[in-house]
Every structure is written in C-alpha cells, then in structure tokens.
C-alpha cells in the first residue's frame, strides 16, 4: 500500500444534458479547470455507454470483458481522476439500472447522457498523484511522486 495527504479545494458542481457525451465533456471541465486530482460523485441517467464488467479470467495483466449498453439506464456512480503527462485519466465504477436489473462496472467511453446527469467535482490538493500506464499490470496505475 501507498498512500498520502492532502486536502479539497474547490467543488465543482455540473449538469450534463441529453445526448452530451459524459466522460468528454468531464475531460473539459477537468483541462479547463485545471484539475490535477479529484473524487466525484455523478447521479442521473445514460442512454448509451460502454463499459467493462470485469476480467475474462483472474490474471495480470486482465483481459477486459467490455459490454454496449444501448439501453436507458439510471447511473449512480463515483470516481477519481489524474493526470498523466497533462491527459485526464478518469475512473469510474457505476451502478447501471434497467427496470429493476442492475449492472455494475467500470465506464470507460461512448457515454450519452439521457435527459440528464449530475455531477459533484472535489478538487485534490497536495496529493502529487498521477495514473501512469503500468504495463506490468495492464491498466493506468494511481501513482504519488
């Protein structure tokens, strides 16, 4: 384990609309505002994203199963960003509802908002975090220099 401290600065509250593309329009926010590390939080609806529900098999590096949902779906969900060499590099782990089924898995892009999507942004500070990609393991690694 690694960890370190560091403290919120600003909060960053956002409305995403019908048919916006969440995870670009997320990057914008994030290059705009300068975000170097942060946690938040989204709440609303997706009618279309792509997503990974886990590995084929337990090994490392994994083997992604991706999954197309093409279905209006509820979100609640919460992630982390960081950058890397000045790119956002976002992590999100969501709860995807679909009249009383639920898929839970990590959102990764073709995100489009259905009517809309809410999103809470906390800036962290001092944390001197990255998310390199760490090719022994297979995926963008939350790193501190």
């Keep these: 384990m690694e960890y370190r401290t560091g403290s ?9 609309d019908h048919g916006e593309d969440f995870l670009a329009e997320l990057r914008k926010i ?4 300068k975000i170097e590390s942060g ?3 989204i709440i609303g609806a997706f ?13 490392v590096p994994p083997d992604p199963v991706w ?19 000045g790119e956002p590099k976002i992590h999100l782990h969501a709860a995807l509802g679909d009249h009383g089924e639920t898929l ?5 892009r073709n995100t489009k908002v259905y009517l809309t999507l809410e999103l809470l942004l906390f800036e962290l500070n001092g944390l001197g975090a990255s998310r390199p990609w760490d090719e022994q393991g297979g995926f963008s690694k939350l790193r501190f220099k």
């Excluded at 999954?67 to 060499?85: I, K, T, Y």
Aim: hydrophobic share 45%.
């Design 67 to 85: 999954r197309q949902v093409d279905a209006v779906c509820e979100v609640v969900g919460s992630g982390s960003v960081h950058l890397d060499n």
């Design 30 to 33: 994030i290059l705009t505002e």
């Design 47 to 59: 009618a279309q994203a792509g997503v990974v529900t886990g590995p084929k098999e337990p090994v």
């Design 8 to 16: 919120v600065g600003r909060v960053i509250a956002a409305r995403f």
């Design 39 to 41: 946690w938040f939080q």
């Design 104 to 108: 839970t898995a990590c959102i990764r």
